[in-house]
């Protein structure tokens, strides 16, 4: 069964930091990977997603890459802003269009 | 385009009682949707696997006689949670899928007390 981790759980930089955020899974069989961002409360606004063929996208400060073979994605945040403090998961997609999702990384941006 | 609302985006059941979920998909047709539930600092967890004039399918540790799912048309699925205990109390979301995409709702609070 697919399991996605996601290093680390929380994260507080100062803002204008450059930031990484890790997943790995464990099945390189995926269809594609999607980040996310939650905030409290909220449901989930998609960051990115990249297919399996791709190994990275990009969209603004976030830069998201795939290693499939290696089972790990990180997703960049260029110079961090409080606006970007939230949860951030990562999930994959299966060929049965199943989504497994990681555990977040809490990040916060202080001012 | 592809949106997805859920109803209610709260709700405060007495434990015993019945609660019912819907999620739509307002301007595109879903033949396929997901449940998922999220407790407290844990990520989403996918309940079960909905389609459209089919018997949903259930992820394993599921309860399917306790969580009731019904996907009468392209565009509406509904939850309900028969029977809510506080255990029960969980973030629940819904995703409905198109073009190999699938776009998630906000959610739905629910609390048993």
């Known amino acids: 069964k697919q399991e996605v981790t996601q290093i680390p759980a929380a994260l507080s930089v100062p803002e204008g930091e450059n930031l990484v955020l890790n997943c790995s899974f464990t099945?390189?069989?995926?269809?594609?990977l999607q980040w996310f961002r939650q905030d409290p409360g909220k449901g989930l606004t998609s960051l990115l997603l990249?297919?399996?063929?791709?190994r990275e996208q990009t969209s603004g400060r976030l830069n998201a890459s795939l290693d499939k073979s290696s089972g790990r994605s990180t997703l960049y945040i260029a110079a961090s802003q409080p606006g970007d403090s939230a949860t951030y998961l990562c999930a994959v997609k299966d060929n049965f269009n199943k989504f497994y999702f990681g555990s977040g990384t809490k990040l916060n941006v202080k001012p | 385009g592809a949106v997805v609302s859920q109803h209610p985006s709260r709700v405060i059941c007495k434990s015993g009682t019945s609660v019912k979920i819907e999620c739509r998909s307002l301007d595109f047709q879903a033949t396929t949707m997901f449940w998922y539930r999220q407790f407290p600092k844990q990520s989403l967890m996918l309940m079960a696997t909905s389609n459209e004039g089919s018997k949903a399918t259930y992820e394993q540790g599921v309860e399917k006689d306790k969580f009731l799912i019904n996907h009468a048309s392209l565009t509406l699925s509904t939850l309900t949670v028969t029977s809510a205990h506080p255990e029960d109390s969980s973030f629940y979301i819904c995703?409905?899928?198109?073009?190999?995409?699938?776009?998630f709702g906000p959610g739905t609070r629910l609390t048993v007390t």
């Open positions: 995703s409905a899928a198109r073009v190999g995409e699938q776009y």
């Open positions: 099945d390189s069989a995926i269809y594609n």
């Open positions: 990249i297919q399996s063929s791709q």
